[in-house]
């Protein structure tokens, strides 16, 4: 059984910083891509960050320059740096991954449970 389990999440002020991490585990053959979305109150559910296994990196423009996403592929991770937070970026952020399962012969997309993040004062 392959899981997303996210950790990082909690409350902050404007102008401070989160890290997420977001770790795969399960019997997997292979990760790809890797990625954070986020959720916010009466809102649908937006990409934020993606990285491939390679390390190429795509960004929203609202996080361009405040957000970092990076991996560790050999322990089937993703992280995201979030700087200079603002409110418009509470959420619940999911960790999504497209994984190969040991027990498959193809690729399919996993979700985390998501973990709140909130920016106030």
């Known amino acids: 059984q392959v899981q997303l389990v996210e950790s990082g999440g909690g409350l902050v002020q404007p102008g401070g910083s989160l890290r997420l991490s977001c770790a795969a585990s399960g019997s997997i053959y292979s990760v790809t891509s890797m990625g954070w979305y986020r959720q916010g109150p009466g809102n649908q559910r937006e990409l934020v960050a993606t990285?491939?296994?390679?390390?190429?990196?795509k960004y929203q423009d609202s996080v361009k320059g405040r957000f970092t996403i990076s991996r560790d592929n050999a322990k089937n991770t993703v992280f995201l740096q979030m700087n200079s937070l603002k409110p418009e970026d509470t959420a619940v952020y999911y960790c999504h991954a497209i994984i190969t399962p040991r027990t498959a012969d193809w690729a399919d997309p996993y979700w985390g449970q998501g973990t709140q993040v909130t920016v106030s004062s």
């Open positions: 990285i491939t296994s390679g390390s190429s990196t």
